[in-house]
T-cell receptor, first 115, second 116 residues
Framework: AQSVTQLGSHVSVSEGALVLLRCNYS??????LFWYVQYPNQGLQLLLK??????LVKGINGFEAEFKKSETSFHLTKPSAHMSDAAEYFC?????????????FGKGTKLSVKP | DAGVIQSPRHEVTEMGQEVTLRCKPI?????LFWYRQTMMRGLELLIY????????DSGMPEDRFSAKMPNASFSTLKIQPSEPRDSAVYFC??????????????FGPGTRLTVT
């Protein structure tokens, strides 16, 4: 079965510091992996996704993630945090079932950015 | 593109009342998902449709919950009767076209339901 584990429900960084949000997955098939961001009182929006090809994926707002098959990881990073990055971040892996396209979400990591 | 549209954005109702949440997916998308988000349980998939057909409703909490998708541009999630523990934010998302595991989901703004 597919599953996602996000290490750390809360992460706090200073403005300008490196952001690292951890995600490990379990999948019985080659996974498609996603990071979503949720700002307060809003829906989730896609930051980036990995399907095939290059394992380093760049997304919006300066975020990137690297797919490491040997470590079953897909950690999200940003070199320099900005106050506007404060939000909740969700990692997701594609579910099984052919063309249905469902996603399995992690429990989320809330990012705080200190001035 | 208008994105996924949900209505109402906020709903306050009394225990025992029927609640209907509505969703219009992005035009051309053929998969639709209903999620519930709470502080305690996080983001939960309730049900999803592919080509208007329910594929997996194992996340629907109990018989009080029902969902329909009469056509490609409209879906409803109904709770009858509602209970205080149903208070949550309910999200609708769509993906496509053509299905496929590589298609990301696009989320609506959510409906915040409060049952008193």
């Amino acid at each position: 079965a597919q599953s996602v584990t996000q290490l750390g429900s809360h992460v706090s960084v200073s403005e300008g510091a490196l952001v690292l949000l951890r995600c490990n997955y379990s999948s019985s098939v080659p996974p498609y992996l996603f990071w979503y961001v949720q700002y307060p009182n809003q829906g989730l929006q896609l930051l980036l996704k990995y399907t095939t090809g290059a394992t380093l994926v760049k997304g919006i707002n300066g975020f990137e993630a690297e797919f490491k098959k040997s470590e079953t990881s897909f950690h999200l990073t940003k070199p320099s945090a900005h106050m506007s990055d404060a939000a909740e971040y969700f990692c997701a892996v594609s579910g099984l079932g052919g063309s249905q396209g469902n996603l399995i979400f992690g429990k989320g990591t809330k990012l705080s950015v200190k001035p | 593109d208008a994105g996924v549209i949900q209505s109402p954005r906020h709903e306050v109702t009394e225990m025992g009342q029927e609640v209907t949440l509505r969703c219009k997916p992005i035009s051309g998308h053929n998969s639709l998902f209903w999620y519930r988000q709470t502080m305690m349980r996080g983001l939960e998939l309730l049900i999803y449709f592919n080509n208007n057909v329910p594929i997996d409703d194992s996340g629907m909490p109990e018989d009080r919950f029902s969902a329909k998708m009469p056509n490609a541009s409209f879906s409803t999630l109904k709770i009858q009767p509602s209970e205080p523990r149903d208070s949550a934010v309910y999200f609708c998302a769509s993906s496509g076209p053509g299905g496929g595991l590589s298609y990301e989901q696009y989320f609506g703004p959510g409906t915040r339901l409060t049952v008193t």
